[in-house]
C-alpha cells in the first residue's frame, strides 16, 4: 500500500503549524512531524476504530517507522492522515501520512500497536469482534467502516 496517496485516508485532521515547531535551518521539525501524526492516530483510534458495540481494549505503540519524504515550513497548514493498513493476532499497523498545504505528501509512518492486558501488562490477542472489526477497517478502501 502506498501510504503517500491521499485518497487512502478517510480520516485527517488539519492542523496549523507553530513557529516554535521550526528547527534551527527553518524547516518544521522531525519532531513536530511526528506529533501532527500522533494526533491523528490517537483521535483515529478514538473515533474511528473503538466502537461502543466491540470490547474496550487497551493498545500501547510497539513501533513508529517514520519516513520524512519533504520539507515544510511555517507559517502553514499540514493534513495528517491514519487508517489501518494490517492486522495480526496481537497487533495492528496504522499507516499514516502528512501533507503540506499544496497536498504534497512530507511524512510517511506506521505505528504498531499492541494489544495489551491491562492486569500482566503483556500482549494478548485481539478480542475476535475487534479482530474482525480492525480487519474490515484495514480492507475498505479509505479506512473507514463501509456503510
Known sequence: MDLTQRALYGFATDENLRFADQDANG???????????ETARVRYIGE????PELPRVR???GRL????RRQMF????????ARV??????RMVIGQALFDAAGNCTATLRATMVCL??????STAFP??????LDRLATSPDGLYPP
Open 27 to 37: 524547516h518544521v521539525n522531525n519532531g513536530a512531524f511526528t506529533q501532527l501524526m
Open 65 to 68: 517507522e517514520v519516513d520524512f
Open 59 to 61: 493498545m500501547v505503540v
Open 85 to 90: 493498513v494490517e492486522v495480526f493476532e496481537k
Open 48 to 51: 474511528i476504530v473503538r466502537r
Open 128 to 133: 475476535p469482534e475487534v479482530r474482525h472489526a
Open 74 to 81: 511555517y507559517p502553514g497548514r499540514a493534513t495528517a492522515c
Open 117 to 122: 492486558d491491562e492486569a500482566t501488562h503483556r
